[in-house]
T-cell receptor
């Protein structure tokens, strides 16, 4: 069965700092990769997704992620964070042929300080 | 707005009781998935419904059951509630497509507290 690891559980940054959140998955086959965000008091929202093609994907609000197949990684990046990026970030994977069941990591709580 | 709605928003039950949670999928979507999110954890897949039939199940006991209706809305039923069932229950809808390139869109969740 596939699994997802998010190594940073809590991250605190100052506004304008750069962000990189780690995500690694374990599965030997073809995967689809997602980052979801949960702002305080709001529901899970899709930030970006990778199905195939260019391994560098761009999402909403200036976020991007790079799929590195050899490293089984899909790290999330943003060059300059804002206070409004304070939220919990979840990496998730589905397995092609696996019924589109999302397997989530445990999440990274990001706090951006003014 | 994702268009996925869930009811109720909050619920308090006692151990041993039964609960029904409801979900209306986003317009045009034909697949509904349910997840349980315990405090401090990522969502865990419970099961998925496609065309009114269960289409995949996670590691949850049979007392977790579901339904999907012809309008693609769905219910999650939990019998014999246990304290550990306290969690946020999330519904996600998607459009099943060839090749499996689906994106799931989540509702706001129902927070269940079992006392």
């Amino acid at each position: 069965a596939q699994s997802v690891s998010q190594h940073n559980h809590h991250v605190i940054l100052s506004e304008a700092a750069s962000l990189e959140l780690g995500c690694n998955y374990s599965y030997g086959g073809t995967v689809n990769l997602f980052w979801y965000v949960q702002y305080p008091g709001q529901h899970l929202q899709l930030l970006l997704k990778y199905f195939s093609g260019d391994p560098l994907v761009k999402g909403i609000k200036g976020f991007e992620a790079e799929f590195i197949k050899s490293k089984f990684s899909f790290n999330l990046r943003k060059p300059s964070v804002q206070w409004s990026d304070t939220a919990e970030y979840f990496c998730a994977v589905t397995v092609t042929g696996g019924g589109n069941k999302l397997t989530f990591g445990t999440g990274t709580q990001l706090k951006v300080e003014l | 707005e994702t268009g996925v709605t869930q009811s109720p928003t909050h619920l308090i039950k006692t151990r041993g009781q039964q609960v029904t949670l409801r979900c209306s999928s986003q317009s045009g979507h034909n697949t509904v998935s349910w997840y349980q999110q315990a405090l401090g954890q990522g969502p865990q897949f419970i099961f998925q419904y496609y065309r009114e039939e269960e289409n995949g199940r996670g590691n949850f006991p049979p007392r977790f059951s579901g339904l999907q209706f012809p309008n693609y809305s769905s219910e999650l039923n939990v019998n014999a509630l246990e304290l550990d069932d306290s969690a946020l229950y999330l519904c996600a809808s998607s459009l099943a497509e060839t090749g499996g390139f689906e994106t799931q869109y989540f509702g706001p969740g129902t927070r269940l507290l079992v006392l």
